[in-house]
């Protein structure tokens, strides 16, 4: 059974920002992912998100395991995507 992909309000608001190149290959990359993800995605030390390469650009993903989805948390150029996601996480949000 495949995974269903979610995106967060964050994420969403990351991609438009992007230019929409770089935003559509994102997208379809995660999309790539529904029926094999754990095969592109690595754990993130210390989280409980996966990352997800995509060229300079990484993608945090969160995973329910019990519901089979993938919710996409952040979105960013690889440089400052971890750094987003700390402020994220300090902001009060919860994965």
Known sequence: ???EIEWSEVAEKELSKLPKQISSRIV???DSIKENPFHFLEHYEGEKVYKLRIGDYRALVDVNFK???L??????????IYKRFKKYLDSGRTI
Request: no cysteine; hydrophobic share 40%.
């Open 1 to 3: 059974m495949a995974y």
């Open 28 to 30: 379809k990359k995660v």
């Open 67 to 69: 519901d089979k989805v």
């Open 71 to 80: 919710k996409v948390q952040v979105v960013g150029d690889r440089g400052i």
